[in-house]
C-alpha cells in the first residue's frame, strides 16, 4: 500500500499470517487507496463512530456503515451533557499548527445555520481557564509546542483532552518532519482520538460523546 500518503497501512505478522493493518489515526481519507486498488477491496465508507479513548484503538477493525443524522446524535449529546454537568460544557479550541481545515469543519458544525450545535448544550470559551474540555488541531507544530502545554495546564481539572483530526492524532499529512510532534499525545495527555481530514460532523459528535463517557467514570 504504498499508494498512502501518510503511511496508514501497515504490513504485520501474526499466528504466521500476515496482515493489512489500517491506521485510523494517520489515514486522511482522501480516497487513493479505494482508486488505485486492483481488486477493489477498499471503501470508504461514512461510518462515522471511528474516535478512540486509545490510539491502539484506532487500528483498523470491521466498520459498518451509518447514516445517523447530526440532528439525532445532538440530541444525545444534549441529554449526556447535561446528565453530566447540569449546564453546557465549555470548549476551548486550541490550533496547534493545522492547516485550518478541522477548524472549519467544526466551526461549521458549531454555528453554522445547518447544524448550530450549540443548541445542544456546546459553549466555546474564550480561556481555557473557563473550559472543561480542550479541542486541539494540528500535528503539532514545535513552535506551538509551549502555548499547548500552558495552555493544558490552565485548564481546571477534571478536564478532557480531544484529539481533533488525522494531524492531532498522529501528525497526519505533515507527520516526520522536522517542525512538527506526530500527534499531540507526544506533548499533553489526550482522551479521545477522533480520526478523519478533517472529520465529519457525526464523527465529531460521536468524539464529544466518548469523552463524556470518560467523565462520568
Ligand atoms: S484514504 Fe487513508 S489509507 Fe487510503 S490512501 Fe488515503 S490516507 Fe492512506
Ligand atoms: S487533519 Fe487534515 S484538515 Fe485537519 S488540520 Fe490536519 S490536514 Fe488540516
Known amino acids: 500500500m504504498d499508494v498512502c500518503p501518510t503511511g496508514a497501512y501497515t504490513w504485520i505478522e501474526q499466528d504466521g499470517k500476515r496482515y493489512l493493518q489500517l491506521s485510523h489515526a494517520k489515514c486522511v481519507f482522501c480516497g487513493i487507496c479505494e482508486e488505485m486498488c486492483p481488486y477493489k477491496a477498499i471503501t470508504i465508507t461514512n461510518n ?51 492547516c485550518n481545515g478541522c477548524e472549519w469543519e467544526f466551526v461549521a458544525l458549531y454555528n453554522s445555520p445547518v447544524h448550530d450545535l450549540q443548541r445542544f448544550g456546546i459553549d466555546v470559551v474564550a480561556s481555557p481557564r473557563h473550559a472543561d474540555c480542550l479541542l486541539v488541531t494540528g500535528p503539532p507544530t514545535r513552535n506551538m509546542e509551549t502555548a499547548l502545554i500552558k495552555t493544558y495546564h490552565a485548564t481546571p481539572e477534571p478536564k478532557m483532552v480531544i484529539a481533533l483530526g488525522a494531524c492531532a492524532s498522529s501528525g497526519g499529512i505533515f507527520s516526520n518532519c522536522y517542525a512538527t510532534k506526530n500527534g499531540i499525545d507526544n506533548v499533553v495527555p489526550v482522551d479521545i482520538y477522533i480520526p478523519g481530514c478533517p472529520p465529519r460532523p457525526q464523527a465529531i459528535i460521536y468524539g464529544f460523546l466518548l469523552a463524556l463517557d470518560r467523565v462520568r467514570k
Request: charged share 35%.
Open 48 to 98: 462515522f463512530e471511528l474516535a478512540a479513548t486509545h490510539k491502539e484503538d484506532l487500528l483498523v477493525k470491521a466498520g459498518f456503515d451509518t447514516k445517523e443524522s447530526v440532528e439525532s446524535l445532538g440530541k444525545k449529546l444534549n441529554e449526556k451533557i447535561f446528565s453530566v454537568f447540569k449546564r453546557s460544557l465549555h470548549v476551548r479550541e486550541v490550533d496547534a499548527g493545522s
